[in-house]
């Protein structure tokens, strides 16, 4: 039995990681600056991220629904498998939910999201400002929920690596990667 993820496996965890780092303290970070051209190109980056990450967990969750990932070992205490299980499904529901709800809101906001600016998306909502402030709320509940599930899948990684000195977070690095 393979221990290891597959290559496209690791890619897009890592492709998807890496967007989620930049968005989340893009959107912290531009949601308070007043209005301004740097304020709304900096929106356009941030739905771009967003919409990536929508397109990259298609890709992922059809990869995954074809390649198995590898079984945790049976040294790993059933809690900690069923706990791993939770909080990975959560992760796979909010990179859905927390992009989604930004599109709900920007349509809702009246303001259209243009993947890259090349590719106008179409609206999810009319526009109606009290449900733009709805989902407003919305998104950023999902984004702190998202943020706590991913500060907890890294610790997790870290008591693998540190404490229990095991080769759990080796079958997410490309290959010749070590823990």
Sequence with gaps: MDTRYTSTAIVLHWLVAL?????????????????????????SYHKWLGVTVLFLLAIRLAWRGTHRPPALPDSIPAWQQAASHIVHWGLYVLMLAVPLSGWLMSSAKGFQT??????????????????????????????????????????????????????????????????
Excluded at 22 to 34: N, Q
């Design 114 to 179: 243009v993947w890259f600016g090349v590719l106008p998306l179409p609206d999810l909502v009319g526009k109606d400002k009290a449900l733009g402030e709805a989902l407003s709320l919305v998104h950023t509940g999902l984004n702190y929920v998202l943020l706590a599930l991913v500060v907890l899948h890294v610790a997790a990684a870290m008591k693998h690596r540190v404490i229990d000195r095991d080769d759990i977070v080796s079958r997410m690095l490309p290959k010749g990667g070590r823990s």
């Design 19 to 43: 967007l989620i780092f930049a968005a989340f303290p893009l959107g912290f970070y531009m949601h308070d600056l007043p209005l301004s051209p740097t304020k709304l190109h900096l929106y």
